[in-house]
């Protein structure tokens, strides 16, 4: 016998239970999990809450039954989302947006110069991330505390990418020549990027989008070898050789859900199938908070307020008016 929507919905939230998201330290994933949110609050009459944590201690939660959602879940990245999905404690849902890369970068200045800016192209022949380990790129991206090495830029330590970056510079040959560096944050990773780029500097860095930096600043993404499974097992384990590195594989970036809690809520799992956004859009959004220095709870009512074409497509009529009327 099927679980209707009324029932399904009355067994979850109207009981008074709460959904956790995981409370997500990058500005795409802090975005989409307050749209998420209040679609769940003002349209479905949930009880949402987040669990703050890194990467890996949330993904731990979601598989223990603490986290409910986490809005952003990059599919192949991390060892612990792995076994727990092989244990069928967790699974993925959906998409949270389409088409988003990942790599390491340099600003186009330092390749193609910036006339407006009255830059010159200082480094024109740098394409691939295995050149890094020559001399000139090593003293043009010196470090300022250890200026004989270099400095790459790394995520913050506990986001699954430090770790793969970190294997990414032992596997090249880089260890000894670049500093690891490692922000506290993600607002000081950004930070960091952007005072280099606004003065022209050079910074060589980890990154990816959607995120407002890659929509406002022109930046390239150094090549490196073909993906290959192989390559990538060896990168992603902790027990991993790290002797050899290859580009980031195209990734599916899912809703990550407790499978428990998929059984008992079905009437959320189904939004969560069609909530994709666009990926032009999340740019605007993360452009939107950077311009205007605003939270991802305020982005997330500009959108639900500008974007109804979009998100309405998600919910049902009834819960879109509540959505709406709470807005207004």
């Given at each position: 016998m099927s679980i209707s929507t009324s029932s399904a919905h009355a067994s979850y939230c109207g009981d008074g239970r709460t959904i956790n998201?995981?409370?997500?330290?990058?500005?795409?994933?802090?975005?989409?999990?307050?749209?998420?949110?209040?679609?769940?609050?003002?349209?479905y009459d949930c009880k949402v809450d987040t669990v703050t944590g890194n990467s890996v201690t949330l993904e731990q939660a979601a598989a223990d039954g603490d986290v409910q959602i986490s809005a952003e879940e990059w599919m192949g990245?991390?060892?612990i989302w792995?076994?727990?999905?092989?244990?069928?404690?967790?699974?993925?849902?959906?998409?949270?947006?389409?088409?988003?890369?990942?790599?390491?970068?340099?600003?186009?200045?330092?390749?193609?110069?910036?006339?407006a800016r009255n830059i010159a192209a200082v480094v024109p022949d740098l394409k691939r991330v295995d050149q890094l380990a020559d001399p000139k790129y090593v003293a043009l991206f010196s470090d300022p505390e250890e200026p004989a090495k270099g400095r790459f830029l790394n995520c913050p330590s506990g986001w699954t990418c430090e770790s793969i970056s970190t294997a990414?510079?032992?596997?090249?040959?880089?260890?000894?020549?670049?500093?690891?560096?490692?922000?506290?944050?993600?607002?000081?990773?950004?930070?960091?990027?952007?005072?280099?780029?606004?003065?022209?500097?050079?910074?060589?860095?980890?990154?990816?989008?959607?995120?407002?930096?890659?929509?406002?600043?022109?930046?390239?993404?150094?090549?490196?070898?073909?993906?290959?499974?192989?390559?990538?097992?060896?990168?992603?384990?902790?027990?991993?050789?790290?002797?050899?590195?290859?580009?980031?594989p195209t990734t599916q970036v899912v809703y990550g859900v407790n499978a428990k809690f998929a059984t008992e809520a079905p009437e959320i799992i189904d939004i969560l199938k069609k909530a994709e956004f666009p990926l032009k859009e999340i740019n605007l959004s993360l452009a939107y908070m950077l311009d205007n220095k605003a939270e991802p709870v305020a982005a997330a009512k500009e959108f639900l307020k500008t974007k109804k074409d979009i998100w309405t497509k998600w919910v049902?009529?009834?819960?879109?008016?509540?959505?709406?009327?709470?807005?207004n």
């Amino acid at each position: 016998m099927s679980i209707s929507t009324s029932s399904a919905h009355a067994s979850y939230c109207g009981d008074g239970r709460t959904i956790n998201f995981a409370q997500i330290g990058w500005e795409s994933g802090s975005f989409i999990t307050e749209v998420m949110k209040t679609i769940l609050a003002a349209g479905y009459d949930c009880k949402v809450d987040t669990v703050t944590g890194n990467s890996v201690t949330l993904e731990q939660a979601a598989a223990d039954g603490d986290v409910q959602i986490s809005a952003e879940e990059w599919m192949g990245r991390s060892d612990i989302w792995k076994k727990a999905a092989a244990e069928g404690k967790v699974i993925g849902v959906g998409n949270s947006f389409e088409g988003a890369e990942e790599g390491w970068f340099v600003p186009d200045y330092l390749i193609h110069g910036d006339p407006a800016r009255n830059i010159a192209a200082v480094v024109p022949d740098l394409k691939r991330v295995d050149q890094l380990a020559d001399p000139k790129y090593v003293a043009l991206f010196s470090d300022p505390e250890e200026p004989a090495k270099g400095r790459f830029l790394n995520c913050p330590s506990g986001w699954t990418c430090e770790s793969i970056s970190t294997a990414k510079l032992q596997a090249y040959g880089l260890e000894s020549s670049y500093v690891n560096f490692r922000p506290g944050t993600g607002t000081a990773l950004d930070s960091a990027i952007t005072s280099a780029y606004l003065q022209g500097q050079p910074i060589l860095f980890y990154y990816w989008s959607p995120t407002a930096i890659m929509g406002k600043f022109k930046l390239v993404k150094l090549e490196e070898a073909p993906y290959s499974d192989a390559c990538w097992a060896e990168l992603t384990s902790t027990d991993g050789k790290h002797d050899k590195a290859c580009a980031f594989p195209t990734t599916q970036v899912v809703y990550g859900v407790n499978a428990k809690f998929a059984t008992e809520a079905p009437e959320i799992i189904d939004i969560l199938k069609k909530a994709e956004f666009p990926l032009k859009e999340i740019n605007l959004s993360l452009a939107y908070m950077l311009d205007n220095k605003a939270e991802p709870v305020a982005a997330a009512k500009e959108f639900l307020k500008t974007k109804k074409d979009i998100w309405t497509k998600w919910v049902s009529k009834e819960a879109a008016e509540k959505i709406e009327a709470g807005l207004n």
